[in-house]
């Protein structure tokens, strides 16, 4: 009688725990078709129970944007070289046309005065052969063999000029450094980054939004970026839409240009991306059961 009581007590014990987790599984359950997504504020952003689930990334209340410039580039050297000088330091301003790096090409320019030299040469035979035809001194073969080598000269002369004229590396845009890659008297070769350059005078704001806001999203939609670094509200509109849906996330990039004065505002810089969403643009699922996926 002992040991038969012992054994009845496990199992009564048993039967109670699943009787529990049955009702707990059935209430779970009744929660999530009644909501149509989870109780979690933590996961839902403490959205009420009638708003239509959404993933953080994706969400108006959250959506991130990234300050990038409009304009920028990686400068590198196109000849095996060494640097002789970096005119402006990271960070350091400068403009349009302005030399911004010096590399050695002491051998390239004495090819190219070796190539000036054997042009000059080769032009005065030209001359002096077509003065010789007109003389009948001379035949038409040679006359014609002397000024295609005059030609042939002038090539291998047009040839180190541009050679040489790649020892200067000129900025594209006024702008600012954004990082030095390579540092004076470093050996390089040919194709190796030197200098991170970037135009700071046109910042765009970049961010990605859901693929069924393309439906009421347009250039010329007005918008604020709230800085991270900054902590204050900067005006923008968009200006251009990305041209291809990510089909996984069914999102798209937008990009935007600031509205007004951009002083304090720095490349890389991010913050919260605020707009209105008009009324009814994130319509509620069909079937209240099944969670609606941006």
């Not at 400068?75 to 050695?104: M, N, S, Y």
């Not at 038409?140 to 000024?147: D, G, I, K, R």
């Not at 693929?211 to 968009?238: M, N, Q, Y």
């Not at 209105?276 to 609606?292: F, K, S």
Request: proline share 7%; glycine share 8%; net charge neutral.
């Amino acid at each position: 009688m002992i040991r038969g009581r012992f054994i009845l007590v496990p199992a009564l014990f048993l039967a109670v725990l699943v009787a529990l987790s049955g009702s707990l599984a059935v209430a779970a359950s009744a929660q999530i078709l009644q909501d149509g997504h989870p109780r979690d504020d933590a996961s839902n952003g403490g959205l009420p129970p009638s708003h239509p689930f959404q993933p953080s990334a994706l969400r108006a209340e959250s959506l991130r944007g990234q300050i990038l410039p409009r304009n920028y580039t990686t400068l590198a050297t196109e000849l095996p070289a060494r640097i002789l000088q970096i005119r402006v330091p990271e960070g350091g301003q400068f403009k349009a046309g302005d030399v911004l790096i010096r590399l050695d090409c002491s051998l390239q320019q004495a090819q190219l005065q070796k190539a000036r030299a054997a042009r000059s040469a080769a032009e005065k035979i030209a001359a002096v052969n077509a003065r010789l035809a007109e003389m009948k001194s001379m035949g038409n073969l040679e006359v014609a063999t002397s000024v295609a080598e005059a030609a042939k000269a002038r090539a291998e002369e047009s040839l180190w000029d541009a050679t040489v004229s790649k020892c200067l590396l000129v900025a594209p845009f006024s702008g600012r450094v954004a990082e030095q890659k390579a540092r004076e008297h470093q050996y390089l070769q040919a194709g190796q980054p030197i200098l991170d350059i970037l135009d700071d005078s046109r910042l765009e704001v970049e961010f990605i939004a859901p693929s069924r806001w393309l439906a009421w999203i347009k250039p010329g939609l007005g918008f604020v970026l709230r800085g991270d670094e900054t902590g204050h509200d900067h005006a923008a509109k968009v200006i251009r839409i990305g041209a291809r849906v990510d089909s996984v996330s069914q999102s798209i990039k937008i990009t935007g240009e600031f509205v007004g004065d951009t002083e304090g505002l720095l490349a890389g810089m991010s913050g919260r991306v605020i707009l209105d969403v008009p009324a009814g643009a994130i319509p509620p699922p069909a079937n209240p059961a099944v969670p609606l996926t941006p």
